[in-house]
């Protein structure tokens, strides 16, 4: 009769320490993915660089060619800026507004970690013809992953790592 006992005071503690074991974990997950850290920008130079790219563009214009870009081809944007209902300018805008309404804005996913400071420019030289090459991606907006190097002012990875800013000269 005492071994019923015991044993039902043990199955009793071993039940109440998974019980606090359990909670601790969740509570500790509410913790860690805290939505306060969704919001980190980096330094705010992302939102900072896109702001300043987009002054004096007429944002609802560019927003309303989302059909000529949103989910097609290269090929199709490209068809649309040979057509002229689309540009390069638009083009690069559209991406730059997109990144700070959905990648920078809270609650956004903070994907973004630099953008090209002269990308609206880039953008303007590859509308009036500079530059121009036969490639399918000439004047498309690419993203890149950090550890990527490109001939542009950015500089991805570096300013993480300390190695300094190394650029390819054949971007």
Known sequence: ??????????????????????FTITASADDFYSPKESVIVYDNQVVS???????????????AKEALV?????????????????TYTELTAFYLDRI??????????????????????????????????????????LLLKDNINTSSRICPAAPNTGRGCWRTPRA
Do not use: C
């Not at 009769?1 to 359990?22: A, C, P, T, W, Y």
């Open 49 to 63: 660089q896109i702001d300043a790219q987009l002054s004096g563009i007429d944002l609802e214009a560019v927003r």
């Open 100 to 141: 700070k309404r959905f990648d920078k804005a809270e609650g956004g996913v903070n994907a973004i970690i630099a953008v090209n400071p002269d990308a609206i420019k880039e953008a303007r030289e590859k509308d009036a013809g500079e530059n121009m090459t036969d490639s399918p991606v000439y004047g498309m907006p």
């Open 70 to 86: 949103l989910n097609k081809s290269v090929a199709d944007i490209q068809a649309a800026i040979k057509d002229g209902k689309l």
């Open 1 to 22: 009769m005492l071994f019923m006992r015991e044993r039902k005071i043990l199955m009793i503690g071993l039940i109440l320490v998974v019980l606090l074991f359990s």
